[in-house]
């Protein structure tokens, strides 16, 4: 197919057994590890609950709703205790918060031979949907780019990652805020964090990521 191509899908989701519509070859890992600082709460993050539930089970149940071939959480020493509230996923150990990139490299391994797409989504955004997470899906198996991502359009950019583009308006890259020096003026796309991944590509790319000057690989 094309990559460039924008014509609608033109075969199904995997079928899974029972008869269920998902998204078989498809891992959806979420990310847990980080220290998350900024609660100044010694709860960590991602188990504050919200509407009953710790934070990281609402985006655990939005990745279960599309019925992927597995579900992954990255944990490590602040977010372990998820072991013991949630059920039915693999974990993947990240000794240190070493960054996006560190924490998806701790997920490769426990990949099942059938996933062919990794999606890659925050344990602390629990307003992450299963409609949002089909949309981004469905995009992506139409067009088979290498990488994928969701943005969101703020009226200006704020904290978040900022995305490069090249002349015919693909992204090539994000830029943290932090790193970035462009000056913006009106609305503008920023990275949300979620994103879909070819397997083969991200394997053999993963390894490519350089050290930031923050000492993380994102």
Not at 57 to 80: K, M
Request: net charge negative.
């Amino acid at each position: 197919m094309d990559p460039d191509s924008t014509s609608p899908i033109s075969e199904p989701p995997d079928r899974q057994p029972g008869g269920v519509t998902g998204y078989g070859n498809v891992a959806v890992v979420i990310l847990t590890a980080g220290r998350g600082t900024r609660m100044r709460s010694n709860t960590p993050k991602v188990l504050h609950r919200i509407a009953g539930l710790p934070m990281a089970e609402h985006v655990v149940r939005a990745a279960a709703d599309i019925s992927p071939g597995q579900i992954i959480l990255t944990i490590g020493p602040t977010s372990e205790a998820l072991r013991n509230v949630i059920t039915d996923v693999t974990f993947a150990w990240q000794a240190e918060p070493l960054g996006t990139g560190d924490a998806v490299r701790t997920a490769l391994p426990h990949l099942s031979s059938s996933i062919e797409w990794v999606v890659v989504i925050f344990g602390d955004h629990p307003l992450m949907s299963a409609e949002t997470l089909r949309m981004l899906l469905d995009a992506t198996l139409a067009s088979q780019p290498l990488l994928a991502t969701v943005a969101v359009v703020l009226p200006e950019p704020g904290p978040y990652g900022r995305y490069r583009q090249d002349d015919r308006g693909r992204v090539t890259g994000i830029v943290e805020a932090h790193e970035d020096t462009k000056v913006y003026s009106g609305p503008t796309p920023v990275n949300s964090g979620a994103c879909v991944i070819q397997r083969s590509w991200l394997e053999s790319a993963i390894g490519d990521v350089p050290i930031s000057s923050k000492g993380e690989y994102y």
